[in-house]
């Protein structure tokens, strides 16, 4: 112990932050989700995330990026969406609120986007966890989509959706 610390003092917690997807900090992503998903990414889905802007970001523990959330921004009759492609963080680091930070930013940012009039993505049927996740922040299940995953089992999965509300407006594009 230092020198005027005191020995009563709780151990600090290391610093949670959330950075946005950048070039230089791709290769973190790429690391992040070969550890995290069951599948191997091609480039076209690190290029959609960066191309998403701020939506897709890093998750760093102190100076140790834990978890990642990737997006990518689709343009349909009305407006535009938010795919949610991929949320994960490390195992060590989960039920640390690391997760629900990095869904609060994405969905705040959504809510300051006048366009985003949507949020949807695809969970495996068998994740209950993941699913209970995503319906803590309004997330509704709109189908269940058989034979989705192609390499993995079970291939099902749930399409959640999420409307964005603009100055009281709520709208959704299917």
């Known amino acids: 112990?230092?020198?005027?610390?005191?020995?009563m003092a709780p151990p600090s917690q290391p610093e949670v932050t959330i950075v946005n997807l950048r070039e230089d900090n791709v290769v973190q992503l790429?690391?992040?989700?070969?550890?995290?998903?069951?599948?191997?990414?091609?480039e076209k889905y690190y290029a959609r995330a960066l191309a998403s802007g701020g939506f897709s970001k890093l998750a760093c523990y102190g100076n140790n990026f834990v978890g990642?959330?990737?997006?990518?921004?689709?343009?349909?009759?009305g407006g535009k969406r938010l795919c949610i492609m991929t949320l994960g963080i490390l195992a060590p680091y989960r039920r640390l609120g690391i997760g629900s930070k990095l869904?609060?930013?994405v969905l705040d940012l959504c809510a300051r986007t006048p366009e985003i009039l949507?949020?949807?993505?695809?969970?495996?049927t068998n994740n209950?966890?993941?699913l209970e996740f995503y319906k803590?922040?309004?997330?509704?299940?709109?189908?269940?989509?058989?034979n989705y995953y192609k390499r993995i089992d079970p291939p099902d999965c749930f399409l959640l959706s999420k409307s964005i509300e603009k100055t009281g407006i709520k709208a959704t594009i299917s």
Do not use: D, W
């Open 118 to 124: 949507e949020v949807y993505l695809h969970v495996q």
């Open 103 to 105: 869904m609060e930013n």
């Open 136 to 146: 803590k922040f309004g997330f509704e299940v709109i189908e269940i989509m058989q």
């Open 30 to 42: 790429k690391k992040l989700s070969a550890v995290l998903f069951p599948i191997t990414y091609q």
């Open 1 to 7: 112990m230092r020198i005027g610390a005191s020995s």
């Open 68 to 77: 990642c959330i990737a997006c990518r921004i689709e343009r349909t009759f």
């Open 128 to 130: 209950e966890e993941a």
